[in-house]
């Protein structure tokens, strides 16, 4: 996929970032997940984002439909592109790499994986397994990792991936993280200019440190799960979205907003 070059609004202070995460979107308008309208909950985040922010971007972090068929894709689509927005997708446990691709790159969205601005560098990487829940990066997007940290320099660099790959104390959802994080980190480690590394599949707030890079898990736009019990029931937190600002020097400001 050619390189994409980004031209930032806010000139050059930071990068302004929105994370949407996990929108579970379905060709049937009658289907519902977890009892939920997810094409209703997606608008509205998109609406909101349309009338409260100015991002430069917006990335959107796997789980994009729930079933995988093109229609479900171009359903998302219609939603999407009621933004004025770039969207940026990568793909989740419920997607396919390779409709998204032939799918997704029209419009204000894109499945591109390296986005370069004037301060920060930005990798999406494809953590997805054939019928798994569970994450895993190929020996070949290990490598296209560490080329492009290589290319990066001193610059700051954001990672960004469906699959959290540090356990987020949760029993159920732990069993279905990054079941290589030992190769991930092993890439990441050599490279400080890593500040951050954005994840969703959690459906969840989730933030910590280590070594000095921020992982930062988002809510979804559609459920939030309850982490602590043994099962994928839902907590009583309406849809979510994160928002980064980028800056200059390498550090990050994150906010997460909770929808009405």
Request: net charge negative.
């Amino acid at each position: 996929m050619p390189e994409k070059k980004l031209v930032t609004q806010s000139e050059t202070d930071f990068l302004d970032v929105i994370q949407i995460s996990d929108p579970h979107i379905d060709a049937d308008c009658e289907a519902r997940f977890v009892n939920v309208d997810t094409a209703m909950t997606l608008a509205n985040v998109i609406d909101e984002i349309n009338h409260n922010e100015a991002p430069d971007l917006v990335l959107l972090t796997g789980d994009l439909v729930n079933k995988v068929s093109k229609p479900s894709y171009r359903r998302l689509l219609q939603i999407l592109h009621t933004s004025p927005y770039s969207i940026y997708c990568l793909p989740g446990n419920h997607d396919e790499p390779q409709i998204m691709e032939s799918e997704l790159n029209t419009g204000n969205t894109s499945t591109k994986k390296v986005l370069y601005s004037q301060h920060w560098d930005l990798v999406l990487l494809d953590s997805v397994v054939a019928n798994s829940q569970s994450g895993y990066l190929s020996s070949r997007e290990l490598e296209f990792l560490e080329q492009q940290l290589v290319r990066t320099g001193d610059k700051p660099v954001l990672v960004a991936l469906h699959h959290h790959p540090l356990p987020v104390n949760s029993s159920w959802m732990d069993r279905m993280m990054l079941d290589n994080p030992e190769d991930f980190f092993k890439v990441l480690d050599r490279f400080p200019q890593v500040r951050a590394v954005l994840c969703g599949h959690i459906h969840n707030a989730f933030s910590l440190k280590r070594r000095g890079t921020l992982l930062l898990g988002c809510p979804s736009t559609c459920v939030q799960f309850n982490l602590e019990q043994e099962s994928t029931k839902i907590i009583d937190k309406p849809p979510a979205y994160r928002r980064l600002k980028l800056c200059k020097n390498g550090e990050i400001e994150s906010i997460i907003r909770w929808l009405e």
